[in-house]
C-alpha cells in the first residue's frame, strides 16, 4: 500500500489523520494505548490468525527496525 495514496485519501475524505499499517502492528499499539498492553513500554503481542505474526510497541511507537523492516514471528500459513 506505501506509494498508494490510500491515507491521503482517507484523511481527505474525513477530515482525519489516517495511516495504512498491517495488522498486528495496529494491533499492539491499540493494546498499548487502551487495552491490556495499556502502560507497558517495551510492549509486544502476538496475534495468531491466518499465520503467526506480531506487533512491538518502543518508546509509544510500532517498532520498525533499520530502513522500516517489522519484525516476523513465524511463517505464513501454508495454503490448504
Not at 13 to 18: D, R, S, Y
Not at 33 to 54: E, Y
Not at 60 to 69: D, M, Q, T, V, Y
Request: net charge negative.
Amino acid at each position: 500500500w506505501q506509494g498508494s495514496g490510500l491515507a491521503q485519501a482517507l484523511s481527505a475524505a474525513t477530515g482525519l489523520p489516517c495511516a495504512v499499517e498491517n495488522d498486528a502492528d495496529a494491533h499492539a499499539l491499540g493494546e498499548y494505548a487502551l487495552g491490556a498492553g495499556n502502560g507497558a513500554d517495551p510492549f509486544v503481542m502476538v496475534t495468531i490468525g491466518t499465520g503467526i505474526g506480531g506487533g512491538g510497541i518502543l518508546g509509544g511507537e510500532i517498532f520498525c527496525g533499520l530502513g522500516g523492516a517489522r519484525p516476523q514471528l513465524g511463517p505464513p500459513t501454508p495454503a490448504a
